[in-house]
T-cell receptor
Framework: DQQVKQNSPSLSVQEGRISILNCDYT??????FLWYKKYPAEGPTFLIS?????DKNEDGRFTVFLNKSAKHLSLHIVPSQPGDSAVYFC????????????FGTGTRLTVIP | ETGVTQSPTHLIKTRGQQVTLRCSSQ?????VSWYQQALGQGPQFIFQ???????GRGNFPPRFSGLQFPNYSSELNVNALELDDSALYLC?????????????FGPGTRLTVT
């Protein structure tokens, strides 16, 4: 049973525009959410995270929004750059215990110059 | 600061064989987690080690086992390999405490079982 879902396998945006990547989850026990970026032949690279007590977290061009009632989060990248082209994974965890991450299946972002 | 490293990069094994994958944690990190990423999927949690003890396990059979050493490096062992074990195996390290819950990943080991 997939507890974290990314329903868009791919997204293409023009350079300079906003990229919005979406993620839904089903487990209401999740209290920490993360976004990772992955280039081919590399491991996932941590981008940004958000705790369930917040609804927004910003880091430079990257902003994550959390809507707990809808069990939905999104990653906004503004402005998008060609170097942002990668696969983006949404992940969630329960911070007690092993704090293991549950990942979505990823969204491939292509930023067109 | 040295990041997470894994060896080997690629490995080809035959069904029924055994394999050992290795991971060195990022400096200062005492928790290691292993994930399996099948083609087109997100990483799936296998298990986690903290202070040389298994600290949590995902839905993987006992033929997947691990070790953590005093220097926080780790091994993943898989016995009786099956074709479906072909995947990218990712190691992630994280510090314990300090309010940090991010995990930092190595480049992975690509295992092919024929």
């Amino acid at each position: 049973d997939q507890q974290v879902k990314q329903n868009s396998p791919s997204l293409s945006v023009q350079e300079g525009r906003i990229s919005i990547l979406n993620c839904d989850y089903t487990n209401s026990m999740f209290d920490y959410f993360l976004w990772y970026k992955k280039y081919p032949a590399e491991g996932p690279t941590f981008l940004i995270s958000i705790s369930s007590i917040k609804d927004k977290n910003e880091d430079g061009r990257f902003t994550v929004f959390l809507n707990k009632s809808a069990k939905h989060l999104s990653l906004h990248i503004v402005p998008s750059q060609p170097g942002d082209s990668a696969v983006y994974f949404c992940a969630a965890s329960v911070r007690t215990g092993a704090n293991n991450l549950f990942f979505g299946t990823g969204t491939r972002l292509t930023v067109i110059p | 600061e040295t990041g997470v490293t894994q060896s080997p990069t690629h490995l080809i094994k035959t069904r029924g064989q055994q394999v050992t994958l290795r991971c060195s944690s990022q400096s200062g990190h005492n928790t290691v987690s292993w994930y399996q990423q099948a083609l087109g999927q997100g990483p799936q949690f296998i298990f986690q080690y903290y202070r040389e003890e298994e600290n949590g396990r995902g839905n993987f059979p006992p033929r997947f086992s691990g070790l953590q050493f005093p220097n926080y490096s780790s091994e993943l062992n898989v016995n009786a390999l099956e074709l479906d074990d072909s995947a990218l195996y990712l190691c992630a390290s994280s510090p314990t405490g300090g309010g940090s819950y991010e995990q930092y990943f190595g480049p992975g080991t690509r295992l092919t079982v024929t």
